[in-house]
């Protein structure tokens, strides 16, 4: 099996920066794409950013391009999202997935292994 750890949450103002991070332990090579998600109240999960753990291709949702960056050291298992000018929408829990399959990277489907998340709360 694979664990996924995420931190790196907590509250902001907008305008401001956080760096999640996710780390990685069990089956690693279980994975081929790690994605970024967030949940926010009443609403679906969206995928946000999503990297190929052995390549450097890249996915970033709309809503975030040219804000967050995701990046990864492969040899520490570990991943992250730097987001920076959050804005109040930006709030929500997120998460870091897994999955095997070779779907596009802005498929946001076969994601077998999750973490348990961590919450971003950017107020206004």
């Known amino acids: 099996q694979v664990q996924l750890a995420e931190s790196g949450g907590g509250l902001v103002q907008a305008g401001g920066s956080l760096n999640l991070s996710c780390v990685i332990s069990?089956?690693?090579?279980?994975?081929?794409?790690i994605g970024w998600f967030r949940q926010a109240p009443g609403k679906e999960r969206e995928l946000v950013a999503a990297?190929?753990?052995?390549?450097?291709?890249?996915y970033y949702a709309d809503s975030v391009k040219g804000r967050f960056a995701i990046s990864k050291e492969f040899f520490k298992s570990t991943l992250w999202l730097q987001m920076n000018a959050l804005r109040p929408e930006d709030t929500g829990i997120y998460f870091c997935?897994?999955?095997?399959?070779?779907?596009?990277?802005?498929?946001?489907?076969?994601?077998?292994?999750w973490g348990q998340g961590t919450q971003v709360t950017v107020s206004s």
């Open positions: 990297i190929k753990y052995t390549s450097d291709d890249i």
């Open positions: 997935a897994g999955r095997q399959s070779e779907l596009p990277l802005a498929a946001p489907r076969d994601y077998a292994y």
């Open positions: 069990g089956r690693v090579y279980f994975t081929t794409v």
